[in-house]
Every structure is written in C-alpha cells, then in structure tokens.
Nanobody
C-alpha cells in the first residue's frame, strides 16, 4: 500500500521559514517523480514545485521561485520543501504527490499517489 505522509507545516510569521517533509512507503521511491502542490480555501489545487526521480531536475511555480527549494533523499524515501521568505499568500494546505511518468509536471492529474496534506499558515 502506497503511503505519502507530509509533515513540517505550522504557523509562521511573514518572512519566516518552514521545511516540509514527504515520507514515502510502499513504492520504489527512487523511481518516482515527486511534486508539491497547495490548496487555499476556495481555490483550486496549484503546482508549487517538483523534482524528478534522480533529483537532477527541479521545477518551480513562478510564485515561489527563488524562495522555495525542493530536494530529495532517496536513501530516506523523503522529499523536502524548504520554504523561505514566506508570505501570507503562501497560506494553504500543502500536498506531496508521486508519479512514475509525467508528461506535464504541473498537472495534478498526472499524479496517482497523494498525501493527506499539511497546513501552512503565514501571518502578516
């Protein structure tokens, strides 16, 4: 059974930092591309960042480029999202997702496996 478990969310002031983790089990993690998405109340789920199975390629939404960094440790079956210079508009539930093959890495529909999400709240 595939499981993705996010952790590291919380409440932080604007300008602060958080590091999210996504721990995977039940799959050959090193073969999977992993994406982070977020969803704020009343809004659609949106792409944040992604990393290919090898870690060689990373992708970011324009809104987080230069502030967020995605990385992975395949030995620990974990992907990280380091979030710096947080803004109130970053407030959302953050989800990680995994897929073997991705044609369009920003599309949620490309990912068959999802975690339950972790809340990030940035106060002004």
């Amino acid at each position: 059974q595939v499981q993705l478990v996010e952790s590291g969310g919380g409440l932080v002031q604007a300008g602060g930092s958080l590091r999210l983790s996504c721990a995977a089990s039940g799959l050959t993690f090193s073969s999977y591309n992993v994406g982070w998405f977020r969803q704020a109340p009343g809004r659609e789920r949106e792409f944040v960042a992604a990393i290919t199975w090898s870690g060689r390629n990373t992708y970011y939404a324009d809104s987080v480029k230069g502030r967020f960094t995605i990385s992975r440790d395949n030995a620990k079956n974990t992907v990280y999202l380091q979030m710096n210079s947080l803004k109130p508009e970053d407030t959302a539930v953050y989800y990680c997702a995994a897929s073997l093959s991705i044609a369009t890495i920003e599309r949620p529909a490309e990912y068959p496996y999802w975690g339950q999400g972790t809340q990030v709240t940035v106060s002004s």
